[in-house]
């Protein structure tokens, strides 16, 4: 990957921010990753973004290279970094993009900060918040929607205390038994998993906090809006949904029914179906190729 796609600058505070930004336009949409992510995740979006718009990318606390307190986490601490990242870059407004738990920060920034989001893209995130059923009261359906997404995870969070001999070991742990070193992958992705890790004694540890996952993933739960609060986000949303969970063959973490009451809560402009896709390789090409449109250009608002 070349070199000067991102051009890291910091955001000063108490908790300091990592941003990266692709291309140096006037209006950049600013984009937030997913729970134990970080920036790189936006970076076959900013090819297509860089250039023509711009695109920044936020490492939210915790993650990445922005600093790791040992708490104050949560979608209101992460809305209100996002502020800070704003009035960094001069922007009396913006469009946000959030993938994952990036989603329910995006939406959290519009519910806070209503004049200051121009619009939201949510890359399978951002869903309202239901009352959870007990589990004797859930339908079969139901158990196996929240048995994945607590398997999904735990697969993530769990390689977060681990260190990794090499960075290939590391892909050893996302592509168990498939061979894989960094050269085979595409140079995208190479620079996702390198940027993914720091150096540690005895090897690799991947970047996001721990502290950081455990008390992010019980705060979405608990704090992301319900369908009424959501009425409230008064900005145009375009929703861009993978077909499947987290692993291949999973049910779709935005199901068509979680779509619909989406669509008749917020004011959903435009929204984006990704067959074949599933919540990680919506963020990679040929995928990102095609929900990028919506960073480029502000012509889906109407």
């Not at 009261?137 to 260190?163: C, H, K, N, P, Y």
Request: proline share 7%.
């Amino acid at each position: 990957m070349e070199e000067n796609l991102w051009k890291s600058e910091r955001v000063p505070g108490d908790v300091g921010i990592s941003i990266n930004r692709a291309g140096d336009g006037p209006d950049p949409v600013v984009c937030l990753h997913g729970i134990t992510a970080q920036h790189r995740a936006f970076t076959s979006a900013a090819r297509h973004v860089g250039p023509v718009r711009g695109l920044v990318g936020v490492d939210l606390r915790g993650r990445g290279d922005s600093d790791k307190p040992d708490s104050g986490y949560g979608l209101e601490a992460h809305a209100t970094d996002v502020l800070r990242v704003l009035d960094h870059l001069g922007l009396e407004d913006a469009v946000l993009a959030g993938h994952s738990m990036g989603g329910f920060v995006a939406i959290k920034t519009a519910l806070l900060f209503p004049d200051r989001v121009r619009a939201l893209v949510l890359l399978d995130g951002g869903w309202p918040r239901a009352e959870a059923p007990s589990q004797e009261d859930m339908t079969e359906d139901q158990q196996r929607e929240a048995e994945a997404i607590r398997e999904g995870l735990a697969r993530a969070f769990s390689r977060l205390e681990m260190v990794f001999e090499t960075p290939d070991d590391y892909l050893n742990f996302w592509f168990p038994d498939a061979g894989l070193t960094m050269a085979d992958l595409p140079p995208d992705l190479a620079d996702y998993y390198r940027y993914d890790l720091q150096e540690v004694e005895g090897g690799y540890n991947p970047k996001c906090s721990t502290d950081a996952a455990k008390q992010d993933s019980p705060d979405v739960t608990k704090t992301s809006p319900t369908v009424e609060e959501m009425r409230s986000v008064k900005c145009p949303v375009s929703l861009v949904r993978a077909s499947e969970g987290f692993f291949p063959g999973s049910r779709p973490l935005i199901p068509d029914e979680i779509r619909d009451v989406m669509a008749d809560t917020l004011d959903l402009r435009s929204e984006m179906a990704l067959p074949g896709a599933n919540h990680y390789t919506m963020m990679w090409e040929p995928n990102a190729e095609r929900w990028a449109v919506l960073l480029a250009s502000d012509d889906w608002l109407g």
